[in-house]
Antibody, heavy 119, light 109 residues
């Protein structure tokens, strides 16, 4: 059974930093790209960032480029998202997701980690 | 960048068929995928590659597309189908590789 378990969500002040983790099990982690998708309260889904299976290639939405850093530790089956210079509009539930092998859709989603940016 | 437009809401009586549309320039050239998100839960893939159902999804869910519009159809609607539904395509030419629709709230009367 595929399981994606996010952690690290918190209440953070504007300008602060945070690192989300996603522990993965149930599939060969080192053979799949992985992504983060977020959802602001009451809003739709927004793709944020992705990383190749090896970690050698990373991708970011324009809205988060230069502030978000995606990484992975294939030895520990864990995905990370480091967020710096947090803004109020970064407030959202952040989902760890496993895309399909052809990297066109999302087959499995974690339960989400809530990040709240407020003073 | 590509934009996928969905109606904000659709209402349907139990037992009837709900149809949710998704319009965008890339619909005709890219596969469309649909997700169901029930209140307080994570999204679940219910239709992929325009009209195929992932394992475990009831046959009541179907999808098709024509021109620049994709449609998710849910037949014999049940109260448990009440949820937000999102379409999604992979955008090879846009700034973001993945584009989601604006979302549709399905209400069962």
């Amino acid at each position: 059974e595929v399981q994606l378990l996010e952690s690290g969500g918190a209440l953070v002040q504007p300008g602060g930093s945070l690192k989300l983790s996603c522990a993965v099990s149930g599939f060969a982690f080192n053979t799949y790209a992985m992504d983060w998708i977020r959802q602001a309260p009451g809003k739709g889904l927004e793709w944020v960032s992705g990383i190749s299976a090896s970690g050698g290639n990373t991708y970011y939405a324009d809205s988060v480029r230069d502030r978000f850093t995606i990484s992975r530790d294939n030895s520990k089956n864990t995905l990370f998202l480091e967020i710096s210079n947090l803004r109020v509009d970064d407030t959202a539930v952040y989902y760890c997701v496993r895309p399909s092998g052809d990297y066109v859709k999302f087959d499995f989603w974690g339960q989400g980690a809530l990040v709240t940016v407020s003073s | 960048s590509n934009v996928l437009t969905q109606p904000p809401s659709v209402s349907v009586a139990p037992g009837k068929t709900a149809r949710i549309t998704c319009g965008g320039d890339n619909i005709g050239t890219e596969s469309v995928h649909w997700y169901q998100q029930k209140p307080g839960q994570s999204p679940v893939l219910v239709i992929h590659y325009d009209g195929d159902r992932p394992s475990g999804i009831p046959e009541r869910f179907s999808g098709f597309k024509s021109g620049k519009t994709a449609t998710l159809a849910i037949s014999s609607v049940e109260a448990g189908d009440e949820a937000d539904y999102y379409c999604q395509v992979w955008d090879s030419n846009g700034d973001h590789p993945f584009v989601f629709g604006t979302g549709t709230r399905l209400s069962v009367l």
